[in-house]
T-cell receptor, first 109, second 113 residues
């Protein structure tokens, strides 16, 4: 079946360090999103990025369809970046998202 | 900004009882979705709908029904709740075409005892 692989599963950072999270997918897709899940459970959409590179503050998302991968770069990490980062792909038009298991990020001062 | 609300935010139900989770969106979006999140499985799609009075099965529909009485409202119904349905449930909405970014509600934590 269609799969979404995220790596690493967890990441520990010291405040100020950079990080790169990976999302790999098995077949071509219609769209993809990156989410941040707060420790309390709510989901925040970070990027809708089916292709190319997008920036938002200290975050950068790059999706390369031919290579079947997307990455999320966090620069100058802060303790408030701690949480779980999820990538989600739409394989079939408007038929819902397939989620990866996430990367749990912990940032310490 | 897009708004999706869910009620209740948490619920404790008894095995065999009926549970209804509600979702309301003010985005004027055609598509709505229900997902569940379990430890070890991530979020998985249960049902979705692209128009009022019509619903479609997602990846894990067994044990769930859905109802879309209007564009704004989408309910998830557990006719006979079971222990295995303990999870966090998320509702989402999106546009039909173009950038189909999904907007999520805050989630409902359901515990079946």
């Amino acid at each position: 079946g269609q799969q979404v692989q995220q790596s690493p599963a967890s990441l520990v950072l010291q405040e100020g360090e950079n990080a790169e999270l990976q999302c790999n997918f098995s077949t071509s897709l219609n769209s993809m999103q990156w989410f941040y899940q707060r420790p309390g459970g709510s989901l925040v959409s970070l990027f809708y990025n089916p292709s190319g590179t997008k920036h938002s503050g200290r975050l950068t998302s790059t999706t390369v369809i031919k290579e079947r991968r997307s990455s999320l770069h966090i620069s100058s990490s802060q303790t408030t970046d701690s949480g779980t980062y999820l990538c989600a792909l739409e394989y079939n038009y408007a038929q819902g998202l397939t989620f990866g298991l996430g990367t749990r990020v912990s940032v310490f001062p | 900004e897009a708004a999706v609300t869910q009620s209740p935010r948490s619920k404790v139900a008894v095995t065999g009882g009926k549970v209804t989770l509600s979702c309301h969106q003010t985005n004027n979006h055609d598509y709505m979705y229900w997902y569940r999140q379990d430890t070890g499985h991530g979020l998985r799609l249960i049902h979705y709908s692209y128009v009022a009075d019509s619903t479609e099965k997602g990846d894990i529909p067994d044990g769930y029904k859905a109802s879309r009485p209007s564009q704004e409202n989408f309910s998830l119904i557990l006719e006979l709740a079971s222990l295995s349905q303990t999870a966090v449930y998320f509702c989402a909405s999106s546009l039909t075409g173009g950038a189909r970014e999904q907007y999520f509600g805050p989630g409902t934590r359901l515990t079946v005892l």
